[in-house]
Structures are given as C-alpha cells and as structure tokens.
C-alpha cells in the first residue's frame, strides 16, 4: 500500500517537473510560424503591399550584413539572399510574419560601384518610403561593429530624425571584437551615431548572440501606440 501511494504521489509531481524544466528554457519572443516574400518595390510610385499590417524596415550600408541577420532573425538559412556582391539588392522587399506584421529590407547603400544616377534613384526610393507610409512602426538601423559610421549612415540617422521615425540600433558582427572591445567600441558607436546606448543591440549571425534582444524590441516596437501626429496635438 505504501508503494502504491508513494507511487501516487510521483505521478502527481510528473506534471509539476515537467512544468518546471519547460520553465527554465527561455521563451522564444518571436516565433515563426508563417513567413511570405510578398514582392519588391522598385519605384517610388510603383507597386507595394496593401495597406493594413504594421511594418519595420532594416537599413545599413552595403556588406552590413542585413541578410545574415535577417536570417537568424527568422530561424532561415534563405530567408534573404546573402550575395557576394554588395550593391545587388536594387529594390524594397516585403515579408509577412505570421500574416501580422511585415519586414521591410531596404537596399543596402554605399556601395562604392553603383553610379551617381543609381545611387540617387534608390536614394529617393528609400526616402519616399520612409515618408509616406502610415504603416511603418519603425527602422532597425544596422552598424559594422568594426567600422564607425559612414557619412551615408549619419544621413540616415538624420533623416530617420527629420521623420520622427522609432529607430533600433543594431551592431552586427560583434563577434569579430575581443570581449575587451566591446564595450569601449559599442560606446563609441553611441556617441558617433547620436543614439544611446540602450538603443543599441549587438547581435552575431555567426553565433545567434543578440538574436532574442532583436526579436523582443521588435515585438515592443509593433505593439506600441503610433505617435500622434503634429496636426493632432
């Protein structure tokens, strides 16, 4: 009888341990479940998604590494094109996330090889979407850990400001830094950028660091309340 009932009392406890171990592994703030490539836009006035979903876009400076990241970001080896050659990406692509929100991937800029005349068009392709979209929650503005900010990044930070627009900061390829780096140079970044710091999340395509961080301000930065515009104060 009384193994019986120690017996009992095991099989009652099962539930409560197995709670307990699902407890202790971290929650993932940002399952995928559904992910669809809706098209690219090529022009400012040419084709884009309807509206209706909350978007966030990713900026950086050509071999940022925005493709990699965006790829850890949704646990897919695929999921954006990694190219060889920087530059390539030459229109707006749209995601949808478990059709409730969509990424944005902006085309890379800086890239010393495209001509004047390109660079202008997706110049104006970027800055028209930026500006006239209701849409748009925010930009997840990306930074080369080894690298202080080009003249073109200074640009896009001054025109996310011009905007009004929520921006996230994000140092890619952290890894590349010894773990006495890292701090002195994400500091400096800060400071170069005229962000601060807690705006900021390293994060490594390499090793997934930073991963989670992304996704949770990502999920905040989509259920925040839209700003009232000027006209409504």
């Known amino acids: 009888m009384k193994n019986h009932e120690h017996g009992e009392r095991a099989q009652k406890k099962t539930p409560d341990a197995a709670e307990a171990a699902a407890g202790a592994v971290t929650k ?10 809706l098209g690219g836009m090529v022009e400012a006035a040419g084709w884009r998604p309807p509206a209706g979903m909350p978007e966030v876009a990713f900026s950086g400076r050509s071999n940022v590494g925005k493709s990699s990241l965006l790829n850890m970001l949704v646990r897919r080896k695929a999921f954006a094109r990694v190219s060889k050659t920087p530059g390539r990406t030459r229109e707006i692509n749209f995601f949808s996330v478990n059709k409730s929100f969509v990424l944005v991937d902006l085309p890379g800029y800086g890239f010393a090889r495209v001509s004047k005349e390109r660079k202008g068009e997706w110049g104006r392709l970027i800055e028209s979407y930026l500006r006239n979209n209701p849409d748009l929650r925010g930009v997840v503005q990306l930074l080369d850990a080894r690298h202080d900010p080009t003249a073109e990044d200074r640009g896009m930070f001054a025109l996310l400001g011009d905007i009004g627009l929520p921006t996230l900061v994000v140092v890619t390829k952290i890894d590349k830094l010894s ?11 800060a400071r170069a950028s005229g962000v601060d710091e807690d705006q900021m999340i390293a994060c490594s395509a390499e090793t997934g660091e930073g991963r989670d961080d992304l996704a949770a301000s990502l999920v905040a930065l989509l259920a925040a309340p839209l700003d009232a515009s000027p006209d409504d104060e």
């Open 28 to 37: 993932d703030p940002l399952v995928i479940r559904h992910l669809d490539f």
């Open 179 to 189: 773990s006495r780096e890292r701090a002195p140079r994400m500091a400096a970044l």
